[in-house]
């Protein structure tokens, strides 16, 4: 076998054992970080997950997951003031709060990021992502009256999924 052979075999070697690294790394380590609306959560249905410092409406609650360092959240901030606008007001008490992930951001700068982008809550906590019961962010939670999760959407959403939370949100208080 010449050198040359020896060389391109060791060469085929170090790329299968790094494209299986890399593989496996992002496969089985890496955190979700959102962007995806492929794998929503499974939370319907369940009682909605917050710290219990956070307000909660009569009426409903929103819930949004995200994180200051997550760029489909930056991304989403038009939504999410959207919504805030949207929310229902006057006899339907709707709260909408922000969560982040706790294994990446604090209260404070959680608040510090929202109020950077213009968007004011009722309400900012952190908790484990695995505790809210959602694989990433941002996510978007709506609750009911009886503190349920009855719709759950994750990632940066396409314009007819945000037509969607929208029209969820303006009708939470339709019972009424």
């Known amino acids: 076998m010449s050198s040359f052979d020896k060389v391109a075999n060791a060469a085929v070697i170090v790329t299968a054992v790094v494209v299986i690294g890399l593989n496996g790394y992002h ?7 959102g ?4 794998d929503p959560p ?10 219990a410092s956070l307000p909660l409406g009569r009426s409903g609650t929103i819930e949004l997951v995200v994180s200051k360092g997550c760029k489909y959240c930056t991304a989403s ?3 999410y003031r959207r ?7 006057g006899a339907c008490d709707v709260k909408l709060i922000a969560v982040g992930p706790s294994e990446r951001d604090t209260s404070g700068e ?3 990021y929202l109020h950077s982008k213009g968007l004011r809550v009722d309400g900012v906590g952190t908790m484990p992502l695995a505790d809210l019961g959602v694989p990433g962010t941002p996510t978007i939670i709506l ?5 349920i999760v ?3 959407w994750v990632g940066q959403l396409e314009r007819n999924k945000e037509n969607e939370v929208l029209s969820a949100v303006q009708s939470m208080c339709s019972g009424l």
């Open 77 to 79: 901030m038009d939504l």
């Open 110 to 112: 959680l608040r510090d």
């Open 143 to 147: 609750g009911d009256s009886a503190k």
């Open 42 to 51: 499974r939370v319907v249905g369940r009682p909605l997950a917050l710290p």
């Open 83 to 89: 919504l805030a606008a949207a929310k229902p007001v």
């Open 27 to 33: 496969r089985f380590i890496e955190r979700p970080k």
């Open 35 to 38: 962007g995806s609306v492929t």
């Open 150 to 152: 009855r719709h759950a």
